[in-house]
């Protein structure tokens, strides 16, 4: 079945200790998507790509970069973890929207600790 | 620029009994509108989207939402809950202009025996 990615399921990382989570997707869409969920909150998008075209939402900390080297992969970095990043990370995916809304699609999502 | 209020945080109903979530947008342009269901330590599943055809839209496991231009809203229906519709729900909302979701606050669903 097509689909939606991600590892690993969980993630403990030491304070300050650079960490990176990745996504994949078998659906052949152009656009990705990472979003951070904090309990018991809706997910807040932190960044897009069309393609290799990378879209930083204003909000989003510079701790936090991604990278996506094809079509298939996402990776999320975060630089320099701090508590407040413990977090479930989303990826997710859609067909091109530039137009008209597609429906994304999401992966498992990787939770992530920060000790 | 869009918005999404979830009028209930919590809903809890009984197995067997209907199942009302409520949902009211804002939006500057000719929405679409979508409900994701999120179980426990998972992602989001679609469970219906209305995009600017049939404003009742019916969706997976006897969901349904109709879109009410006239009062925005876009409320999910189901007439018979299961002890497995317990999770959050959120409902999202995107422009005409690309694919980002601005989700509402989410409704936690909880279903009794």
């Known amino acids: 079945d097509a689909m939606v990615i991600q590892n690993p399921r969980y993630q403990v990382t030491q304070f300050g200790k650079p960490v990176t989570l990745s996504c994949s997707q078998t659906l052949n869409h152009n656009v990705m998507y990472w979003y951070q969920q904090k309990s018991s909150q809706a997910p807040k998008l932190l960044f897009h790509?069309?393609?290799?075209?990378?879209?930083n939402e204003a909000d989003t900390p510079d701790n936090f970069q991604s990278r996506r080297p094809n079509t298939s992969f996402c990776f999320l970095d975060i630089r320099s973890p701090g508590l407040g990043d413990a977090a479930m990370y989303l990826c997710?995916?859609?067909?091109?929207?530039?137009?008209?809304?597609?429906?994304?699609?999401f992966g498992p999502g990787t939770r992530l600790t920060v000790t | 620029a869009q918005s999404v209020t979830q009028l209930d945080s919590h809903v809890s109903v009984s197995e067997g009994t209907p199942v009302l979530l409520r949902c009211n947008y804002s939006s500057s342009y000719s929405p679409s509108l979508f409900w994701y269901v999120q179980h426990p330590n998972k992602g989001l599943q679609l469970l219906l989207k209305?995009?600017?055809?049939?404003?009742l839209v019916k969706g997976i496991n006897g969901f349904e939402a109709e879109f009410k231009k006239s009062e925005t809203s876009f409320h999910l229906t189901k007439p018979s809950a299961h002890m497995s519709d317990a999770a959050e729900y959120f409902c999202a909302v995107t422009g005409a202009a690309g694919n980002k979701l601005t989700f509402g606050g989410g409704t936690r669903v909880l279903v009794k025996p």
């Open positions: 209305y995009t600017s055809a049939a404003t």
């Open positions: 997710a995916t859609s067909r091109d929207g530039r137009g008209r809304a597609y429906e994304q699609y």
């Open positions: 790509y069309y393609d290799k075209d990378f879209n």
